[in-house]
């Protein structure tokens, strides 16, 4: 017999609580920084520095890694203003240490902000850095004075105190020493290696910025100054790893877009060096604004589709391509190593650690200046570029041999795939992905708005049976859920059982509901299904889910700027983007929105833009997250156990205020 939780004591007005100032951040250090170390917060400094050397008013940067535990970032940049906030009534160096959403980096396009071109999003930066540190000190050196002041735990212990700068000190620049708090994090150990590389690829990035590092626990020092930029670096990199002589000289290029251009901003642009070898080690680096985006983005997306076109077009012109064969832009990056590095006016990130670039206009941006340059480099050195075009068709003749031995393994005792699947053409599982649909119309517009080389749709009528109490041999009575078993090539197993996965059609098994309550029970209900019948698949990583969007924005033309239209997952992102769009200068009630009831309301070129193109899409992936797998197994127990409704009602009693559910 189950006692029945007694819940909260009372909920009422009091049990709401307002989060002030910086306590968001110690609340929920998560949600603003990387947690394992505090290696993030203390970037979130040197990319205040680096930002000023984007900006042309700083040459050097010193980081010295201080034997108390403390760090400290030096730049001779021009200063943080010091002088009182026009609105705030503080010290503007004040509320950019103790406010959210403050910073010098929101008006961009019409010049009235410090930066054209900064890795600062959010506004969060160096706040956060204060948050969660237990003291912080800043000196600023500025118009003649030096100006000094301390936190501790995020609060003003020191105010800011001025007085006329010393001879012998510099004329400006920033100081920022912290002391980062170890109880936010799992070590407060920072990342050796990790800082070296963030810190010389800002020098590598910035030709002729001189960077510093001083352990004084060690006495190791380190300095990069790199007059050549991006060559020298890849260079070194490849030098290291011991990857084999280039194939071809390496393809290097920069452009910014001039003024009065239609489509992008003034200033926006590229720099890139690609280098091609038959085997060895790869190097793939990108940024964006100096800010390293290791998990790509739609930066890397554009380079890749502007080699792609350009390599492709070369091949056609000089009738190199064997019958048969179709080239795909992998082909040509498979054996790509590169330095990107990419100036975007207002660069959208995943996630304020800003790991991966989400800019849509990105991809064009990148793609639209590299792949004209590549045509004319390789029609010009026409014997470089057939020595790349043999090394792609390679590839791709390599890559079909392997997909055509993946379907021999396969090809019989294949059950008759059901009438509603639209399969893809292609039968490589490493690419191929198939999207379980919501509803006909749904499945409609993806019918129409997919990739039919990889991309399969399944759409599901009504909602999955809930099987979590189904004994596997009744599964198949249920139609939605044979049919997607069949078309997946899997048979039901259990955690414990040998699965055979041999037959396994697709490598991505997409859930595509719509943004909703309804939508989020049907994820539940095929979650159920995968995990309790299917768990290998989430084991291998096979299962994800698509995050359409809920809302749409539309914002006129402002200028040479065209009409423009913004996609938002959810309340939270569309509160972000109107406020970017007020600090853009776009008049109030300009832009009109619409909120998505369902994913038919979509055409199939707005589900293929935000939710289908694997380059500018939302796509996560289904694994274990804190609990384990008896943890899961005994919440999804409790969510859909038929006899488990008094815990369900005690567990929502607990926990049904924390939800922000769109109902």
């Known amino acids: 017999m189950r006692s029945r939780s007694s819940g909260p004591a009372e909920y009422s007005e009091a049990s709401i609580r307002v989060l002030k100032g910086l306590e968001p951040v110690k609340s929920r250090p998560g949600m603003y920084t990387r947690t394992d170390n505090p290696l993030h917060i203390v970037q979130e400094v040197i990319d205040n520095a680096a930002d000023e050397a984007l900006a042309g008013h700083c040459r050097n940067i010193s980081v010295v890694l201080h034997a108390d535990g403390s760090v400290s970032v030096d730049d001779d940049g021009r200063g943080i203003p010091v002088g009182m906030h026009p609105e705030e009534g503080a010290p503007v160096v004040e509320i950019v240490f103790t406010r959210l959403h403050a910073g010098g980096k929101f008006e961009k396009a019409g010049g009235a902000g410090a930066y054209s071109f900064s890795g600062g999003l959010h506004g969060v930066g160096v706040s956060v850095t204060n948050a969660l540190s237990r003291r912080l000190e800043v000196s600023v050196w500025r118009e003649g004075g030096s100006h000094d002041m301390a936190f501790e735990a995020g609060e003003v212990v020191s105010p800011l105190r001025s007085q006329p700068a010393a001879r012998t000190d510099r004329k400006s620049g920033t100081r920022v020493r912290c002391w980062p708090d170890p109880k936010y994090f799992d070590s407060p150990v920072i990342p050796q290696g990790e800082l070296l590389h963030l810190l010389r690829s800002k020098a590598v990035l910035l030709a002729g910025l001189k960077v510093s590092l001083t352990d004084e626990r060690s006495g190791k020092a380190h300095t990069w100054h790199y007059e050549r930029g991006l060559r020298s670096y890849l260079e070194e990199a490849l030098a290291s790893s011991g990857s084999a002589t280039p194939l071809i000289p390496p393809f290097e290029g920069e452009q910014a877009v001039s003024a009065g251009h239609d489509t992008f901003a003034e200033g926006e642009g590229a720099q890139w060096l690609v280098i091609w070898h038959e085997d060895g080690a790869l190097v793939r680096e990108s940024y964006v604004n100096l800010i390293p985006t290791s998990a790509g983005g739609t930066h890397e997306a554009g380079l890749r589709e502007g080699l792609f076109g350009a390599v492709k077009g070369f091949i056609e012109l000089h009738g190199m391509m064997p019958k048969g064969t179709k ?332 939800v922000e559910a769109d109902i």
């Open 327 to 658: 080239l795909l832009p992998e082909d040509v990056f498979a054996r790509a190593s590169f330095v990107l590095s990419a100036k975007v006016l207002d660069p959208q990130f995943q996630g304020q650690i800003k790991e991966r670039l989400n800019s849509r206009d990105a991809l064009r941006l990148v793609a639209s200046l590299s792949r004209p340059q590549l045509e004319l480099w390789l029609n010009e050195h026409v014997e470089h570029g057939r020595k790349l075009a043999e090394l792609v068709i390679r590839q791709a003749q390599a890559r079909s041999r392997a997909s055509q031995k993946v379907e021999k393994r396969k090809s019989s005792g294949v059950a008759v795939l059901p009438g509603k699947l639209t399969d893809c053409e292609s039968t490589d599982i490493a690419r191929n992905e198939v999207f379980l649909v919501e509803g006909d119309s749904a499945g409609g517009s993806a019918k129409m708005g997919r990739d039919k080389e990889f991309q399969a749709i399944l759409p599901l009528r009504g909602k999955v049976l809930n099987s979590w109490e189904t004994d596997r041999d009744r599964l198949f009575a249920n139609n939605e859920i044979h049919d997607i078993a069949v078309a997946i090539g899997v048979d039901p197993h259990g955690p414990d059982a040998e699965a055979d996965l041999s037959g396994l059609r697709y490598g991505r098994i997409c859930i595509l509901s719509d943004a909703d309550v309804d939508g989020s029970h049907i994820q539940v209900l095929l979650l159920t299904l995968f995990f309790r019948h299917f768990p290998r698949l989430i084991e291998q990583g096979h299962v994800w889910i698509a995050r359409p969007p809920l809302f749409r924005v539309d914002v006129p033309a402002q200028g040479k700027r065209p009409l423009r239209k913004l996609y938002c997952l959810d309340e939270g992102e569309l509160r972000h983007v109107e406020e970017k769009l007020r600090k853009d200068g776009v008049r109030e009630g300009a832009w009109s929105i619409s909120r998505f009831k369902g994913l038919g309301e979509m055409n199939a070129e707005q589900l293929w833009e935000t939710t289908m193109n694997p380059e500018t899409r939302r796509l996560l992936r289904v694994a274990f997250g804190d609990f384990d797998r008896q943890a899961t197994t005994d919440r999804f127990t409790m969510l859909m156990g038929k006899g488990e409704a008094q815990s369900r009602r005690a567990w929502l009693e607990a926990h049904g205020h924390e």
